[in-house]
Every structure is written in C-alpha cells, then in structure tokens.
C-alpha cells in the first residue's frame, strides 16, 4: 500500500536531502498563488526543494504523467526569482494541489519527512508505481541555476525521472509539457522538443500568410529576457524578409540577456502597461508598429505613436478585441457559426469600453472571472473558441475538440469557405493553447492585421480607433500585510470583504466621478494592493486613485492600531 511504496522507500531520502536546502527560520510564510511561488532569490532554495517533492507526487498521482517545472519571475526584477508546476496539459497545477505546495513549502526542514507522507496518505488511496517524470526550464536570472539543483536534489530523492531544458521561455516550457504528454495521441500537440514548437509556430505563420504581407517592419521590445534569445531563434523558421507571402521584418531590441542587470528594467510588456509609456529606449517614428515581451515571454503590450509623439498603447483587451473580431468572421465564413459558440473571458482590469465593444458590436459573449491566468484559462476551456487576455498582455485562445473537429470535418463549397478553413486551421497551429505567449500572441495579432490591411490606413491605427478606452491607470501601494485585503467571493474581486466597511467609503467615492470604476486586491506576487482606477477623464482618475491610497494608508493606521492594543 502506500506506506510502503512512498513513506518508506522516499521519507529518509527526502529528509536527507532537504538538509542541505534548509527553510530560513526568519522567514514569512510561503503561499503558492497564479505565478506559483515567487519572491526574493535568496529565500527560495527550500521552497523549490519542495516544489519537486510535489511535482513528483503529482507526476504519480496522474499514472505518471510528465508534469513541467519552470523557476522565473516574469516581469519583476532580476534580483527576484519563481517556481511554478505546470500539469500535463500545459495548464496551471489544479487549485485543489495548491494547498499541499503551500504546506510543503512552510514546513521546517526537520519535519519534511512527516509532511511528505501526511500529503501522500492523502492523495493516494491504493499502491502506485508509476514512475513520476518531470521536465525543468528556467529563465535568464542568475539565481536559476541553483534552484534547479534545489529541485533535481528533490526529484533523486523521491525517485523521478526528469530531463532539464535549460533556459527557455515560459511558454515553451509549457508547449513541452503538452508535447509530451499528448505524443501517442491521434493528433499530438507537436514534436517535443525546442525546434518543434519554433517548426509547429512558423508552419502555422506560412499557412496563415499565404499571398499576405505585413505592412512595414515590426520592432520588439524583449525586456533584455530569455524572450530575445527565443525570437532570434524562431526567425530562422520564417519565410525571407522580402518574401510576398509572410514575408517580415522583425527587429529586436532590450535584448541584452547577457547582463541580468538590465532585465526588465525601463523595458518590457509590464513597464509599458504600468506607465502607460514606451520603453526608454524607444526611438519608433509615427505608426511604426512596437510591441514589449515581458521577461520569460508570456505576456504582450503593442503600441505606436501618432505625429506629434502621441502615445498608443494596445493592451490585453485590445488583442482580445482584435483576436475574437476576427475569428468570429472567418468561423462565419466558414460556415461553422451554428456549430462552434465564441466566447472573450475577461477580468475586472479589462477596460469597460472593451466589455461594451464586445458585447453590443461583436455580439458575443463576455464572463469575468477573478484575477489570474488560471481562472481564465478555466473557463475559457468551457466553449468551442475560448478567448482570454489580460489586460496586462497575458492571454491566449483555446480551441475545443469539438471545435478541432468542427474544422477538420468541414467540407468547404466555395473558395471563400476554403480560405476561411485554411486561415482557422494555421491559427490552430499559431496559437499556444496551454498558456499565455508573447510570441505566438505577436504572431497571431501579425497575421490579423495583414489580412485586415489594404484600405491605405495603418493597420495599427485602424486597429487603435476600433473602440475609445475610458481612462484609467493601475496603482500599486506597498502594504504591511496584503492578506488584510480580501474579496467577497464570487465577485470576480471587485467587492472588498476586508479591512471591513472599506468597500462602502469606496463605492461611496466612485459615485462621484463619471463613468467611475475602481477596485482594489491583494498582489498575488508582493506584500502590496494593486488599485484599479477608471473615469470619464484623465484627471478624475488620478484624482480617484489618489484618494483611494490615502484610504488605504488610513485602514493600515488602524489595523497598526488594533494590532497594538
């Protein structure tokens, strides 16, 4: 049983090992949130010794199959680092696990032992000796290199078997995990290996591009992350500059990983967003199409400047604007409108001009689910053609079987219907279906504009004037302890349930400005509140979220007050 399949042959192992990756004693307690674990380097050697207990444990728990471990931190700064555990479909660890990553992580190292078999009574009901498999990718950050042998010393303990990347970007890692995991299928994801996602992304790109070419060149912005290496490597895929179909030229820059330094610094997807501002190294002149990666490439930000140095950014509503606009046209044009329902999974930050769009122009259906990619991913998963963006860039499309099917099955009777099916079928390809990608993202939004072009106005300025933003500005206020600012469930984490009677005075401040939204929640990554403001002007909303910081530094004085007493 399972006493003595895991307790005893992997509970000394385990306990011996983790001697050498002891849990700091002055250290907060860990929680494992959307971006998995994710703080200062320094304090996650423990955590990720932990993380590969758990993802062998999960490997088994599902007969075996690969889970994906990647250690990044996205967009914070090089000094910080994350572990996250990606399940087989490329998808985030189910909820339900997150509590036992949690756990693990806070358990002092010379209880490790007990921890591991309490979670494993727990999850194994009967005998199982499937060996446990788990492939590791990290990002450019200097720390990674020491916190994947944090993680492999787990994985020799318990017994997995597991193969390491190296750097990649995040989202191959994801495309990997999936690759492996569907291989015997009638139609696996892709050829499981680095070149097969650049080969299965780039195929998709010339299918999609036949007889088409993008307007002018594109510049990319990579954060000086593992997302420049990547692009470099991907162009050797694609059809020459000056070839008329998909023909492109790309020019990367910030894509300096060679110095950690300069990672995400005044660059990058989430610098763009936050600032409402291009990179500092931004030298583009009007209309020239600009997009930003973030630091391991799972996020997007496009934006341009009209005469005179006006600033336009195009977010994670905007792509998803463009992406179900487009796709909802050629699903009708290949017929399969009765046959495949399209659905855009948006969060409270989604701009409220961006709902209304969709909605009352698009004609589809619109759900709001809570802050994080695996909420949206979740439901998105619920139709035929899913499309989910944050509006901080991070987003993808998902595809149903039946939807697969659909297309696959279709038997077109016009060359306007082939067209279409063709176009639907490469995007298939295009997309990284199993988590936000800035490359495949770029390449799909690449692909829409060159099919949307040819009236003589810039293909990036017609997409801007689709719809017109409310104003609005994302604030960030550091806090003593974040877990004081809870959500009423259910609300998509629009309502405050904590520090109590906050939300009142909130919605009692928001009546006063026209068109006034504003929310705030707990950062899933630091000990700060992320503020969410919006108005019919800019000046009311940084009037709105200027009153919003004082509310909060005023319910921190009199939590520091009650805590006190």
């Known amino acids: ?98 509590k036992h990553a949690t756990e693990l992580a806070n358990t002092p190292t010379g209880e490790i032992k007990q921890a591991y078999e309490r979670i494993a009574r727990e999850v194994f009901k009967s005998e199982n000796k499937e060996a446990a498999h788990v492939i590791i990718a990290r990002d450019t950050r200097p720390s990674g290199k020491a916190l994947v042998k944090a993680l492999t010393d787990a994985l020799d303990a318990i017994g997995a078997k597991y193969i390491d990347y190296g750097i990649l970007t995040t989202p191959i890692l994801h495309y990997l995990t999936r690759a492996t995991n569907t291989k015997h299928d009638s139609h696996p994801y892709g050829e499981i290996s680095e070149e097969g996602y650049y080969k299965k992304l780039a195929a998709g790109w010339k299918t999609a591009m036949q007889y088409k070419k993008p307007e002018g060149a594109l510049t990319v912005d990579c954060a000086n992350g593992v997302g420049a290496d990547a692009l470099k490597k991907f162009l050797k895929y694609m059809p020459a500059e000056d070839d008329e179909s998909g023909g492109i030229k790309i020019n990367v820059v910030n894509d300096r990983t060679d110095d950690p330094s300069v990672l995400n610094e005044k660059a990058g997807a989430d610098y763009v967003k936050t600032g409402q501002r291009a990179p500092e190294s931004f030298d583009g002149k009007p209309f020239e199409r600009w997009c930003s990666y973030d630091g391991d490439a799972d996020r997007i930000i496009y934006y341009f400047t009209e005469t005179g140095n006006v600033f336009r950014m195009l977010d994670g509503d905007r792509i998803a604007t463009l992406a179900a606009s487009f796709i909802g046209n050629i699903v009708e044009k290949a017929c399969l409108g009765d046959k495949i329902q399209i659905a855009v999974v948006q969060t409270a930050y989604a701009n409220g001009a961006s709902t209304k769009y969709i909605e009352e122009r698009l ?69 990284n279906q199993t988590v936000g990608d800035a490359l495949s993202d770029m390449l799909l939004v690449e692909v829409i504009l060159a099919h949307q072009s040819g009236d003589g106005e810039h293909s990036i300025a017609k997409w801007f004037t689709t719809y017109t933003d409310l104003p609005n500005r994302l604030l960030r206020v550091e806090v003593a302890d974040k877990n004081s600012f809870t959500t009423v469930p259910d609300t998509a984490e629009r309502k405050l349930q904590t520090p109590e009677g906050m939300q009142g005075k909130l919605d009692e401040l928001v009546a006063k400005y026209t068109s006034g939204r504003c929310f705030v929640r707990a950062s899933g990554t630091e000990n700060a509140v992320r503020v969410y403001g919006e108005a019919a002007s800019k000046h009311e909303v940084d009037n709105l979220l200027q009153s919003v910081e004082v509310m909060i530094e005023r319910a921190e004085a009199a939590n520091r007050v009650d805590q006190a007493q």
Not at 6 to 20: E, L, N
Not at 33 to 49: H, I, K
Not at 364 to 373: A, I, N, Q, R
């Open 1 to 98: 049983m399972v006493e003595s399949d895991f307790t005893v042959q992997y509970g000394d192992a385990i306990a011996k090992a983790a001697r050498h990756h002891a849990r700091p004693d002055e250290s907060k307690p860990f929680a494992y949130g959307t971006a998995g674990f994710r703080m200062n380097a320094d304090l996650l050697d423990s955590v990720t010794f932990t993380v590969g207990i758990l993802a062998a444990l999960r490997s088994r728990k599902l007969q075996g199959k690969t889970i994906g471990v990647m250690i990044t931190a996205s967009h914070n700064p090089a000094r910080d680092n994350g572990v996250k555990i990606v399940d087989p479909y490329g998808d985030m660890l189910e909820q339900s696990w997150e």
């Open 363 to 431: 004609k589809l259906k619109v759900e709001c689910t809570p802050t994080g990619v695996k909420h949206l991913h979740h439901v998105a998963s619920r139709y035929d053609i899913g499309v989910y963006f944050e509006a901080n860039g991070h987003g993808t499309v998902l595809f149903s079987q039946n939807a697969l099917r659909q297309i696959r099955k279709a038997d077109p009777q016009s060359p306007a219907q082939l067209e279409a099916l063709t176009t639907l079928q490469a995007l298939t390809e295009l997309i």
